[in-house]
DNA sequence: TGTACATCAGTGAACGCGCGTTCACTGATGTAC
DNA sequence: TGTACATCAGTGAACGCGCGTTCACTGATGTAC
């Protein structure tokens, strides 16, 4: 009974699967908006009024794509801190936007699906909501940890050297009660900073805006990285730290640096 | 001769305006992808045929109107830039970033046609690349400005806390040599971070990622301009500068902050 | 183990729609003498 | 100032296309006794 029901779901499981990678291949072909569901239907050999069996409209294709998509990049920064030391916050803030722009580089069309402009006609229903934030938990977790371990910095420039308003020092406050309980309001504004940046990096890499001004886009991201991570007061990767301590604990070395989810 | 000639061209230049309007105001109502010359003709009253006496294509259109994107938000910063005092360094960044801002709150979709992901299907001619450097150019110049004058002051986190690879530096030693002249290495990365900062900002506000992360913008974003100039050396912009210098010099006080182009 | 029934996967035609672009055409507006 | 001609603006029908979605239907796969 159960066995055959599960047959039937696992045979059905499979064919979502493959609708969804189809979809995938043919956003990456032709961008979001171009999405079809008859092309979809045809990639696979199957009637377009098939697709109605798994997905009832368009719109919900999108929105899975969409969670998907939220889905794989925090994966793919939840393991790129998960294989750091736990209180090397530098290296943490470090592995994890690397780990964003690595995926946004392999899924160029998937990030722009989220990142990007919004699919016009299209509304995100609440499912996206959750996964939207895993990976805005992973970069907000480090700067939590590394408060709580009393690793931050004196943030320089120092905390009274730029003015902020009150109502900026209100807004900052707020999400102290919230999921940056414990962070200096300070390093709540500069985190705000250096999150925006380096989605704005990568939105910029990936669009063109750098053409012409970044040739090396390698380089100069990670050194963005680590220009925010000591803005932000998780101090500058010190480069023998790895060495001394990281390597001779016996972690997977030869990882893989472009993670794929 | 020239007198009846120039009528006619003036009746037409009218309309390509017009045809212009009605599909900025389209694009304003379904999003950029959505842009129809049919729907642009039905909404001007005419001949769907007719649209192509002023476009060669929908392609040629949308071009048109991203050059006149680019040329709107590039002119937003440069009155923007041109109110200030010259050697008010701090004031000009915020300025130029402000008047940025404003433009792509007040045109959210010209500004995801240009900064948001690329529209499918649609390659950018070469005719769009200058129109598009406008607005960089306002802020390269005040910073290049700024180290002319020698007004720079030596970056926090000092250049030598955070390593910069061999490969970032030849990078940014590049564009010394280019727009960047006479810039010190260390200033142009941190350009290259605060540039991208705040366009990452922008675009997530517009986008709606910071949704449930940031209810006041204006004061969050005030505090990252003012965190990021700091950070680039320009100094923190000092309340009092404006009241002591500005002000006095007679300029127009009064100036709206929402600069439409 | 065998049979009657229910559930699901997949089909193919159809509806109604909007799109970009082309074409031959009609009038109106300018130009040249 | 008046007339013959050229140039341009605008029309409307048509081509060929692809789309999302619905519907009545056929088989295959499971379920219950």
């Keep these: 009974m159960s066995a055959s029901a599960t047959a039937r779901a696992r045979v059905r499981a499979e064919l979502v699967q493959e609708i969804k990678d189809a979809a995938r291949r043919q956003m990456a072909a032709e961008g979001a908006s171009a999405l079809s569901l008859r092309a979809v239907a045809r990639e696979l050999g199957m009637c377009s009024s098939n697709i109605y069996r798994y997905f009832p409209s368009r719109d919900q294709l999108l929105t899975a794509l969409i969670v998907d998509a939220y889905d794989a990049v925090g994966e793919a920064a939840e393991v790129a801190d ?10 943490r803030w470090s592995a994890a936007c690397h780990s964003i722009r690595d995926w946004a580089g392999s899924n160029p069309h998937e990030y722009a699906l989220v990142y990007g402009s919004p699919v016009p006609g299209y509304r995100a229903p609440e499912d996206t909501i959750a996964p939207a934030t895993r990976v805005t938990l992973v970069l907000i977790s480090l700067i939590v940890d590394a408060t709580a371990a009393g690793a931050v910095k004196a943030p320089v420039p120092a905390a009274g050297d730029v003015p902020i308003s009150p109502t900026a020092r209100a807004e900052a406050e707020r999400l102290t009660e919230g999921p940056m ?19 704005g990096f990568i939105s ?8 012409g001004a970044v040739e090396k886009g390698d380089a100069i991201f990670d050194a963005a990285v680590e220009q925010m991570g000591a803005f932000v007061g998780l101090g500058a990767r010190s480069v023998g730290r790895t060495n001394r301590e990281g390597a001779t604990r016996g972690r997977e070395r030869d990882a893989r640096r472009t993670v794929r989810a």
Aim: glycine share 8%; aromatic share 14%.
């Design 181 to 199: 309980t414990g962070v200096d309001v300070d390093t709540v504004i500069r985190s705000l900073v250096a999150w925006t940046q380096l989605f």
């Design 204 to 211: 910029f890499e990936l669009f063109g805006h750098l053409v």
């Design 82 to 91: 998960a294989r750091c030391e736990r209180d090397d916050f530098a290296g």
